[in-house]
Nanobody, 123 residues
Framework: QVDVVESGGGSVQAGGSLRLSCVVP????????MAWFRQLPGKEREGVAT???????VYADSVKGRFTVSRDNTKNTLYLQMDSLKPEDTAMYYC?????????????????WGQGTQVTVSS
């Protein structure tokens, strides 16, 4: 069993901020590729941000400059700081953990997923 637990979602007005957290309490995140995905209503799941085990980050063009992914390995926690939120950011957000690590991460390598946390942005 690999627990991946997201929290921090909610409803905000456009221009507001949220900070999502993802705790992997037993499996841990140290040395692993970690990522945030989201699924917009009626659309397929898409990658949002990746935080590699080496400290580099990759963002989808749609969120670049507004979202920031970070980690605290001592707390086994991955974060997604979401600023300047737009209605089109409304989605279910998922945290995912990879068995692997390194300086680069493949969007397809994630094996362990959280249940999702809903983010709703109103205009």
């Amino acid at each position: 069993q690999v627990d991946v637990v997201e929290s921090g979602g909610g409803s905000v007005q456009a221009g507001g901020s949220l900070r999502l957290s993802c705790v992997v309490p037993e499996y841990g995140i140290n040395g692993r590729c970690m990522a945030w995905f989201r699924q917009l209503p009626g659309k397929e799941r898409e990658g949002v941000a990746t935080d590699t085990s080496a400290g580099s980050t990759v963002y989808a063009d749609s969120v670049k400059g507004r979202f920031t992914v970070s980690r605290d390995n001592t707390k086994n926690t991955l974060y997604l700081q979401m600023d300047s939120l737009k209605p089109e950011d409304t989605a279910m957000y998922y945290c995912a953990a990879s068995p692997y690590g390194g300086s680069t991460c493949d969007w397809d390598e994630y094996r362990y997923w959280g249940q999702g946390t809903q983010v709703t942005v109103s205009s």
